[in-house]
């Protein structure tokens, strides 16, 4: 997983038409250090499992002048599971994931403190996307399963309803933020460098720059990955996994992380199933037995069948989102007429 990576989270920028400078640093509320390429272990040390049993244990590295591959004295091993015929698995450990030089002991902590920082930032990204009212949905997927067509048909469906902007979340260029700016709804351009996901952080800077309406919509387009953006709440209302049926049925059981975050799995380029394999109810039987509470839309954004089921979710979210920025406090609703005159003051936003 990336957050034990460093994956270039340093190297991400924020760009979209009509986006206001940020504030001064001194008015920063998002200014932090985000430490995503972590220190490496002083532990030393790889894990890898041992064939069907499993053990740790420490090599030398002075004992044989060939083993001595960089390691510090006396790192730890532990060897993947494995054997001739079902491969290795690097999985099975405490953390679930390998990181040569480094212990599982040593990934846990790291990955706690970086998603416990995340999850501080989609806190305050939920109280200011609650406090407006606004129903945020974080699309992931892998590459080209058809998110972007999904967002330019729902905008082009929901705009003269609904107040709709769009965060757009991609490694370079921007591409898919003009074919949403040209779909007719605001969208601002996140490039992450050689990150592999969006973070909290990037989106709460991104929320300051964008005029969120009572009622309305935030779509956040996260980067094509099926592994990372599931472990990285953006404070959104739900995730949405978008899954094509030119990618295979089996992928809720490749990826289930992403699966169990999601609250709805979107099957899409449905129009395509008479060209295809792919077994829907074998998916969805997939899915389920990942989440069981997972809902299942399918559809096709060219054709558009099965449109009319995503976007009534869609438009009872939002309404949703909407009564319930009506009973929030006092406090929270004078919080949002600040940022609303700060956003006036400083330019025009989004």
């Known amino acids: 997983m990336c957050t034990v990576c460093g994956c270039g989270q340093d190297s991400a920028s924020v760009a979209g038409a009509g986006a206001r400078p940020s504030r001064g640093e001194d008015e920063q509320e998002h200014r932090h250090t985000h430490p995503h390429a972590p220190q490496r272990d002083s532990g030393c040390g790889h894990l890898h499992d041992h064939g069907e ?14 083993n001595d591959h960089g390691h510090c004295p006396d790192p730890v091993h532990t060897h993947a599971r494995g054997n001739r015929e079902r491969g290795l698995h690097y999985g099975a450990g405490l953390a679930g994931v390998h990181v040569a030089g480094l212990s599982q002991e040593r ?59 769009v965060i757009e979340g991609d490694q370079q260029t921007s591409n898919d933020a003009e074919r949403i700016r040209a779909a007719g709804a605001p969208a601002l351009q996140i490039n992450t460098g050689k990150g592999c996901h969006l973070d909290a952080h990037m989106v709460g800077h991104a929320l300051d720059r964008i005029r969120l309406a009572k009622g309305g919509v935030l779509f956040i387009e996260n980067v094509g990955n099926l592994v990372c953006p599931a472990a990285f709440d953006l404070g959104e ?35 395509l199933l008479p060209h295809v394999e792919f077994d829907v109810a074998a998916c969805v039987a997939a899915a389920r037995r990942v989440n069981p509470a997972i809902e299942v839309i399918q559809l096709s954004a060219r054709t558009g069948q099965g449109m009319p089921e995503w976007l009534a979710w869609v438009e009872a979210g939002a309404r949703a989102a909407a009564v319930a920025r009506d009973d929030e406090p006092a406090t929270l609703r004078a919080r949002v007429a600040g940022r609303e005159a700060g956003l006036a003051n400083g330019g025009e936003g989004l």
């Open 107 to 165: 990934i846990v902590q790291i990955e706690q403190d970086i998603l416990g920082k995340n999850d501080g930032f989609a806190a305050r990204n939920r109280e200011v996307l609650a406090a407006h009212g606004t129903f945020a949905l974080n699309l992931v997927s892998s590459p080209g399963s058809g998110k972007t067509m999904l967002l330019v048909r729902s905008i082009e469906a929901l705009r003269a309803r609904l107040a709709i902007a």
């Open 237 to 271: 209302a739900h995730k949405v996994a978008i899954l094509s049926v030119t990618e295979g049925e089996d992928k809720p059981l490749k990826y289930p992380d992403m699966f169990q975050a999601a609250s709805v799995m979107v099957l899409s380029k449905i129009d």
């Open 53 to 66: 049993h499993g053990h740790d244990h420490r090599h030398d590295p002075s004992h044989d002048p060939e």
